[in-house]
Each structure stands twice: as C-alpha cells, then as structure tokens.
C-alpha cells in the first residue's frame, strides 16, 4: 500500500490531496481557529474518504464561521438546524453536536490554558496512546484515527511524511513539535 506521499505527489498538480499533502499535512499549526478547523475536518473524515472532507474544506469553513471558536460554541438550536440543511459540509447530527460542544470545551480550556494552543503545547510530547485518552475525556467524538491524525497533521506526531518527501523537508523547517522529541 503507497505512503500518503506517494499517493499524493501521483495526484496531479493543484488537486485536493497534492494541495493539502504540499502545504497544510504535517505543518504545524499556531491559530486556535486552524487547529479547531484541523479538529472539525478530522471528525467529520470519520467513515467517509479524505478526498470528500478536501473538497467540502472551503464549505466547512464558510458554515463554521472560519473556525471561529468563540463564534461556534455560542451556536443555538438555529445554527444547529443550518449546519444540518448545509449541502457544503457533511450532514451528521453526531459530528455538528460534537463540534458545538467542543468549541464549548475549548473556551472552558482557555482559562487554564490560555487557547487550545497552549492546551495541545503544555500536554506534549505524549505518546499517541496517552494522548487518545486525553482527547476522549475532554472532546466529544474523538477516537484513536481521529485524534492520530488531528496531531500528525498540525505537527504534535511526526509521520505525516516520509523522510525522503519533498514535503518533510519544509515542514522540519517549520520547527514542529514533534521534532523536539528526536
């Protein structure tokens, strides 16, 4: 089976996998309204194929108000019932409960924490296991895959890219967190 690198540098130049393999997998992330985003499009992957949540991206952003966490925990009944009625993103209950309710869980982490940054930095390094566990006592609908690849892909684990990938490279010299564990 290809590496997700293979996969992608195979894909023509400017589709969704090259994209989002080229300049966003593995990238550490510094903006808490990037990393809920990060977050939401890990969740909303669950059962479904990569390639529908890349190209719903731009409609989860837009329904999310960019990701604004602030904006998304304060969401009502109402927005509850757009998400539901939006064609642009995926239309699960579970996924746009567990996505209100953890920008609610974000805010509470804030006072200790200072955002979700500062949550995700003061818990690394752990180890993939311990932090499975820690995702599911404090998030809603997030289970091993899901939290696996919410932190290779901003950067807390490392294997979003092989060594010899053109990508790993650039994303080493975005100083990631993981790269202070080697």
Same mark, same amino acid.
């Given at each position: ?5 293979e @996969? ?9 996998? $090259? =994209? ?6 593995? #990238? ?10 990060r ?8 059962? =479904? ?8 991206? !731009? +409609? ?5 108000? +960019? ?9 009502? !009944? ?29 805010? &509470?982490?804030?006072?200790?924490? +200072?955002s @979700? ?11 993939? &296991?311990?932090?499975?566990? =820690?995702?599911k006592?404090?998030? $809603? #609908? ?21 060594? &010899?990938?053109?990508? @790993? ?14």
């Amino acid at each position: 089976m290809p590496t997700y690198c293979e @996969f992608a540098l195979a894909e023509p130049e400017g589709s969704h996998h $090259r =994209l989002y393999h080229d300049t966003q997998y593995g #990238f550490p992330l510094n903006d808490d309204a990037q990393l809920f985003g990060r977050l939401i499009l890990e969740i909303n992957q669950a059962g =479904l194929s990569w390639t529908t949540i890349l190209k719903k991206a !731009e +409609g989860f952003h837009r329904a999310y108000d +960019g990701f604004e966490v602030d904006r998304i925990a304060a969401y009502g !009944e109402a927005d509850r019932a757009r998400l539901l009625a939006d064609a642009g993103i995926i239309r699960n209950r579970l996924k746009v409960d567990a996505a209100i309710e953890n920008a609610r869980r974000i805010v &509470t982490l804030r006072e200790s924490f +200072g955002s @979700f940054k500062g949550w995700l930095d003061a818990h690394h390094p752990l180890p993939k &296991t311990e932090w499975v566990k =820690l995702f599911k006592q404090t998030f $809603r #609908f997030t289970g091993g895959e899901i939290v696996g690849e919410f932190l290779m892909s901003t950067g807390y684990l490392p294997g979003a890219h092989v060594e &010899t990938c053109p990508s @790993f490279a650039a994303v080493v010299q975005h100083a990631p967190p993981w790269l202070a564990r080697r």
